[in-house]
């Protein structure tokens, strides 16, 4: 697992959207605020989906079983639908998950507790912040299953990488091929920013084999043209 991480980590959740483009895969979801430092967060997804308080009886507080059963280096993805104005995410569950070794926290809505993320040098992405608590408003649905976060499932070990420009998931089984494919567009912008640098026209870096690069044969150990 951290070798995985440690390749994933070198790309930005750009050059993997563009690479789950070219694989047709879902190609990421924007619209995240990263509360705590500037990082990217890479990991296996753990998952929690959170609903409305109905009024029944439960002996521990959303979050806490996920936290429990995460490996070190997971990620907690949390769908968090239902309530608007009531977090799903907060300080001291961070403090719990940062203990556990957890990598980082994705909430599809909203969190409290900001301070302390940065308090803790820990990292969550979260749609934005309210003050409100979860308590009396918000339960846990279940944790453990499928979810989905702007539209995009996400399965239990399914890999999940988050910047400040978004959040890109990848299906457990794609992630191999995923790397080649990113490794191969990341060297082929590389080249297009020397020339750039260079002085060559924009329109010629930029033209129509940019336009179309994503389109090109990228399995079976086909290249992405660098030209």
């Not at 050059?15 to 483009?21: E, R």
């Amino acid at each position: 697992m951290s070798e995985l991480a440690d390749q994933l980590r070198g790309f930005d959740t750009c050059t993997l959207s563009d690479a789950l483009d070219a694989m047709g895969l879902p190609s990421g979801v924007g619209g995240f605020n990263q509360y705590g430092p500037a990082k990217r967060i890479v990991g296996p997804a753990t998952t929690v989906r959170l609903v409305a308080d109905d009024g029944r009886p439960r002996e521990q507080h959303l979050g806490t079983a996920a936290i429990e059963a995460a490996h070190p280096g997971s990620i907690i993805v949390v769908e968090h639908l239902e309530v608007c104005d009531a977090a799903g995410w907060g300080g001291l569950l961070s403090v719990a998950a940062q203990h556990a070794q957890v990598a980082g926290v994705v909430v599809d809505g909203t969190c409290r507790d900001v301070d302390d993320y940065f308090d803790l040098d820990f990292i969550v992405l979260a749609r934005r912040s309210v003050p409100a608590t979860a308590r009396s408003r918000v339960i846990e649905g279940e944790s453990g299953s499928s979810i989905t976060i702007g539209g995009v499932v996400v399965n239990p070990d399914d890999w999940v990488v988050g910047d400040r420009s978004g959040v890109v998931v990848i299906p457990a089984l794609a992630v191999d091929e995923l790397i080649n494919v990113a490794t191969k567009i990341a060297q082929r912008e590389q080249l297009m920013m020397a020339d750039l640098r260079s002085g060559v026209k924009v329109t010629e870096v930029l033209g129509r084999q940019y336009e179309t690069m994503l389109n090109e044969p990228h399995r079976g150990g086909e290249t992405l043209s660098a030209s």
